[in-house]
């Protein structure tokens, strides 16, 4: 599959600043300079630079111009959440997948407002004992709308890789983690907890990197006692 120019421009420029080329704080190639370099239009020129915005390698200030972020050149910092036990132990059971066209997510994946998406509910547990409930929203594209049983989704990442070759744990993605405190009533009941206990709520959404078009948005509310992270920087 050949990359999208963006890509390539963004590749290079990243290597630029890797390499050595560019120190903490210097001024980077403007959005003109970028046109010039590699005879590319405005567009594709400001998508290059929005990929190295998103990855932390610059920073643009209005008015200002373009710099090489002082917080993370030639840093990348590793964020897991790591797993307290057994993947053995773990097991998924789907509870429902509805087709629907609520407007809050529609505009979350960017679809059209006639559109449709299908929400799949999970429960994720250990040792017969919840530890997550799930929301996630597919596109209707990305959904085979005669899956056998509701286990044929357990594992949304296997399902689309194997049906349309898309590898989700490749693709770009933003999360963001908060506690909730106390657990809503409804959450509570899902995973058998006491509502005065907190829980952790994460929200992903992940994007199609050749088409930067979200292809996964997932809700997910995790037993404060489950949730451990960890960062690294190499």
């Not at 567009?43 to 990929?51: C, S, V, Y």
């Not at 609520?102 to 299908?118: R, W």
Request: hydrophobic share 30%.
């Amino acid at each position: 599959m050949i990359k999208p120019m963006y890509l390539e421009i963004k590749n290079d420029l990243k290597q630029q600043i890797v390499n050595g080329e560019f120190h903490n704080g210097d001024r980077f190639y403007s959005e003109a300079e970028i046109i010039k370099k590699y005879n590319v239009s405005s567009i594709t020129a400001i998508r290059a630079l929005k990929e190295l915005v998103n990855e932390g390698y610059i920073v643009r200030y209005q008015g200002k111009g373009t710099f090489i972020s002082r917080a993370r050149k030639e840093k990348l910092v590793k964020f897991s959440d790591i797993e307290i036990f057994s993947f053995d132990c773990d097991k998924v059971h789907v509870l429902s997948i509805m087709r629907k066209n609520k407007k809050q997510i529609l505009d979350t994946l960017q679809l059209p407002t006639n559109s449709y998406y299908y929400q799949i509910e999970r429960i994720r547990e250990v040792d017969e004992t919840p530890y997550i409930y799930q929301k996630s929203y597919l596109p209707e594209q990305y959904i085979n709308p005669n899956y056998p049983e509701t286990d044929y989704y357990s594992s949304i990442y296997r399902r689309l890789k194997l049906d349309y070759g898309i590898d989700l744990s490749e693709e770009y993605f933003v999360e963001t983690n908060e506690i909730l405190f106390p657990t809503p009533n409804s959450i509570s009941e899902r995973l058998e907890m006491d509502k005065s206990e907190p829980v952790v709520f994460q929200k992903r959404l992940s994007t199609l990197s050749d088409s930067n078009k979200p292809i996964e948005y997932v809700e997910s509310y995790k037993k404060w006692d489950f949730f451990k992270i960890q960062l690294m920087s190499n």
